[in-house]
């Protein structure tokens, strides 16, 4: 990825010029001391004087009434902030006449700054007060009274927390009055500018000792550029904070979001005072000291998927590059692309007002299709169908381009959804709520409703990052999870009546993807990259998880890697330096795991003899004890010697009745209930009872043998052996009241016993001829 730049032969303002802002994608103004506003069309490259300003108007920052509030347009005329060096501000509208100028600072004004639904503007002064006013520029609060100038202030993602300067300190106050104020020192110089992204939540820092910085919104050091041979003039996010541009003398410079470099280039600019991004993200601009204005977009951005790496050579055409063979397609477009993705066999390009849709095995006749709103933020791929984010809403459409759903809720902001809030699969897309970041909001793909009963899915701490596993049928959907604290979670998505269970399979977890052909999770643990082969086990067989995991160290991988992708076989990382470096797993996981969805269970047998591997050998114990396919984990759970469990599985197969055996394989899985309930319903009330005398749950052994009016003495004699055995005296109540009236003879309960085992039997045998004679019909 690079910034290909132009700048006019010679600048079109005789002094400096020091701030620019983008009307539409295709417009822009700039601002300079020579006191003009100049207007500049990209699509014509016609440059047109605007206004003339009077010459006491030194211009230092110009900012747009924001266009769209929560989605909505903006409806009343269009009207930008200019800050002035004579202490005050100015309203204008876009025909460059001034609405209203305002006394706002003692000495210049800074910044000034909307917040994101245009209610308030933020200015900051050289007399370090930071004030807040009114949309009509009424005073309302003067927030902060330092004693250093305030060179630049941002607005928190939800208006509800301002970032500003002071001296070589960075300050985040909320603008609730009691609350907490986060200050610490940033840089070793004065900071010169900060920006801070809404979608990522995102902090960057310039000063004076020559490098930027990026912090996330606790303070917390992220990235620390290497000095630079002048101070950082201008910063600033792209909207959909996935990079960022830095600006200082002569120096323009393209960054990833983690901070490390795609471009350098020098162009001859003097310093560029300040920068920004058009609203669709493919387009920056910058003010430079010597009175030009530098205008870059962003090309060769590459995708890649199985034999197929996607070049953007122009802001109009991408060229496709078949590694297998070497063929080369070129794609062109009507308008300049703005969004793109590539998988599961299908590129999804989006541009200002289409959507184009490739199939990979043919790239000459594209599905186009009209877009709604125009600028789309966000593109996930499931097999079945793709999800578009723009600021208005999001939207399933299917690969042949028909609209599926569109799902909405109370508080929706799709302006701010990214990639680790949101995960789609093909029945299932998962949001984690911006309001409450405890929240993961679920709804059904091709209806755009909420699931089940409408309740979200509540975590105990705040999630980080969501993914939606992507095979298997929709009633076995699961969700992994990672929380503030970096633990891995993993639950199921659709639940019937109760609660769901939510397990830990991970700690330390910063990274993570699921597989696109085989429900295999892989993530960065610490510094070690783990891959779960069969991750549902937790919910199987607690103890068998570890064993399931392949375990690579990370010395190969520098500091922070993240994952990009995980097809087939092969995980892409990118590296903290910006570098990619390529893993891989075995492929008998997911051959294990085809086998296990088609009851093939020999087959699984005969993989898992030749691999000779462990891992899979317990993979293969969970898969066929989840499918209730005993035999086979029989032999699995002997290969990996967990002999208990073996002679568990035998005592399951030797059980008169089906109900009781599929009570045991419950209980197998710790769903004591769950096992209860199946044998009440069955009116095997003595087992039920059984089981909860094995598990030394006695009250409510009693409880279920006083209720049914059955077997309290069998209670009463197993809880005398127990007692006994452990030289302890009664002490329980309720035993010691039903003791008194009931006798305990050993030799009735055996004979009950029998009985009752007896009548299981027959049961199950009329059942079996019962169903057999029905065959035989």
Not at 129 to 134: E, M
Not at 340 to 351: G, K, Y
Request: proline share 3%; charged share 25%.
């Amino acid at each position: 990825m690079r910034l290909k730049t132009s700048l006019l032969k010679e600048p079109k303002h005789k002094e400096l010029a020091s701030c620019v802002g983008w009307t539409t994608a295709d417009e822009l103004y700039s601002c300079s001391e020579d006191h003009q506003i100049l207007k500049w069309n990209l699509l014509t490259s016609e440059t047109s004087l605007v206004v003339r300003l009077p010459e006491d108007i030194f211009p230092i920052d110009l900012h747009w009434f924001p266009k769209t509030i929560g989605g909505k347009k903006q409806t009343q005329a269009e009207i930008f902030v200019v800050t002035s060096t004579d202490g005050k501000f100015h309203l204008a509208s876009k025909t460059g006449r001034i609405e209203k100028s305002v006394e706002a600072h003692k000495g210049a004004v800074l910044a000034g700054r909307w917040n994101y639904d245009g209610t308030a503007l933020l200015t900051a002064g050289e007399d370090g007060q930071i004030k807040i006013w009114s949309k009509s520029g009424m005073l309302r609060s003067t927030l902060a009274n330092q004693g250093f100038p305030v060179y630049s202030v941002a607005w928190g993602s939800d208006s509800d927390r301002i970032l500003y300067t002071t001296g070589r300190q960075l300050v985040i106050k909320p603008l609730q009055p009691s609350a907490k104020v986060t200050q610490w020192k940033a840089h070793d110089g004065v900071v010169l500018k900060v920006d801070w992204n809404s979608v990522n939540d995102l902090i960057l820092s310039g000063g004076e000792d020559c490098k930027y910085k990026v912090w996330d919104s606790f303070g917390r050091l992220l990235y620390s550029s290497s000095p630079h041979d002048y101070p950082i003039t201008s910063l600033s996010w792209a909207p959909d904070g996935e990079v960022f541009a830095v600006g200082s003398f002569n120096t323009l410079r393209l960054c990833d979001k983690t901070g490390w470099s795609y471009a350098l280039e020098k162009p001859n600019t003097g310093s560029v005072l300040s920068l920004a991004w058009s609203a669709d993200g493919t387009q920056l601009a910058g003010a430079c000291g010597n009175g030009h204005v530098i205008f870059a977009h962003v090309v060769e951005q590459h995708w890649e998927w199985k034999n197929f790496v996607i070049t953007l050579t122009k802001r109009r055409a991408m060229q496709v590059r078949n590694v297998m063979n070497d063929a080369v397609d070129v794609l062109e477009f009507r308008d300049r692309v703005i969004k793109a993705s590539l998988a599961h066999s299908h590129l999804v390009v989006t541009t200002s007002l289409q959507c184009y849709v490739y199939n990979s095995r043919n790239w000459n006749t594209p599905l186009i299709f009209d877009l709604k709103e125009g600028t789309v933020s966000l593109i996930l791929q499931a097999e079945k169908h793709f999800l578009l984010v723009d600021g208005a809403g999001l939207y399933t459409y299917s690969y042949e381009g028909r609209l599926i759903s569109s799902p909405k809720f109370p508080g929706m902001r799709a302006d701010i959804l990214n990639a680790q809030g949101v995960s789609l699969s093909n029945d299932t897309i998962a949001i984690r709520d911006k309001s409450d970041e405890k929240v993961i909001l679920l709804f059904d793909a091709l209806t755009g409703k909420a699931l089940g009963d409408g309740k979200p899915l509540t975590h105990k701490l705040e999630v980080v990052e969501i993914a939606l596993d992507q095979c298997g049928p929709s009633t076995e959907r699961k969700i992994a999870l990672i929380d503030k604290n970096r633990d891995l979670y993993l639950t199921s998505v659709r639940h019937v009546g109760r609660e769901p269970k939510v397990c830990k399979i991970g700690s330390m977890v910063h990274s993570m993807a699921w597989n696109d052909a085989a429900n295999i999770l892989c993530g960065i643990q610490d510094n070690q990259l783990t891959v779960w082969y069969y991750p549902s086990v937790v919910f199987i067989d607690k103890e068998l998880l570890p064993k399931t995991l392949n375990i690579k160290d990370g010395s190969e991988f520098s500091r922070a890697p993240h994952i990009l992708s995980f097809v087939g076989t092969k995980m892409t990382l990118r590296q903290g330096d910006g570098s990619l470096v390529y893993s891989s797993v075995p492929p008998y996981p997911g051959l294990l795991h085809e086998y296990s969805s088609s009851a093939r269970w020999e087959d699984a047998l005969r993989l898992c003899r030749f691999a000779k591997d462990q891992s899979l050998w317990a993979c293969l114990a969970g898969m066929s004890m989840s499918n209730r396919e005993l035999t086979t984990a029989e032999m699995a759970y002997a290969a990996i010697g967990e002999l208990p469990r073996v002679q568990y599985i035998n005592f399951i197969k030797e059980q008169p009745s089906k109900e009781s055996s599929l009570a045991h394989v419950l209980m197998f899985s710790g769903q004591v209930q769950e096992a209860e309930a199946t044998l009440l319903q069955a009116g095997l009330i003595y087992q039920a009872i059984q089981i909860n005398v094995d598990l030394f749950n006695w009250e409510r052994a009693l409880e279920l043998a006083v209720k049914h009016k059955t077997h309290v003495d069998t209670v009463l004699g197993y809880r005398e052996k127990f007692l006994q055995k452990f030289d302890r005296k009664e002490t329980n109540k309720r035993f010691l009241q039903y003791a008194e009236g009931v006798e305990v003879d050993w030799e009735k309960i055996q004979a009950k016993i029998e009985m009752e085992l007896s009548k299981e039997r027959e049961r199950a045998a009329n059942a079996s001829v019962r169903s057999s004679v029905a065959s035989r019909r």
